[in-house]
């Protein structure tokens, strides 16, 4: 029951979505999700384990594979809910790069 009223929110929570779903990046990006946390997090791009993904234009057109000739073009997608669950994984890894550089700076101060 749980599931199935996040991927109703899910829906319209993210709304329009650019570019196609596709049920096997979907299934791959799930796996992905689950098995690793984001890391090099940039201002488009990061990494989820060894793929290369576009963050940037949340919720729009984001979670495509980056960098991979002929991908981009298409612009598949996973489904609203995984998008959903990544943008919270990615929110949560960027909070802690802010929490550190805010913590660096402010040691970095002479008192």
């Known amino acids: 029951m749980k599931k199935t009223i996040r991927k109703i929110y899910a829906f319209f929570a993210i709304g329009i979505q650019n570019g196609d779903y596709n049920k096997e990046w979907d ?3 799930a796996e992905l999700l689950k098995k690793h946390e984001f890391t090099n997090v940039g201002k488009h791009t990061a990494m989820l384990g060894d793929v290369c993904i576009w963050i ?11 960098g991979y000739p002929g991908l981009y073009d298409l612009s598949i997608r996973p489904s609203r809910y995984n998008i959903l669950i990544a943008i919270r994984k990615l929110r949560k890894v960027q909070r802690q790069l802010v929490h550190n550089k805010v913590s660096e700076f402010i040691k970095s101060i002479p008192a």
Do not use: R, V
């Open 27 to 29: 299934m791959k990006f």
């Open 56 to 66: 940037s234009n949340i919720p729009y057109a984001c979670m495509i594979p980056y």
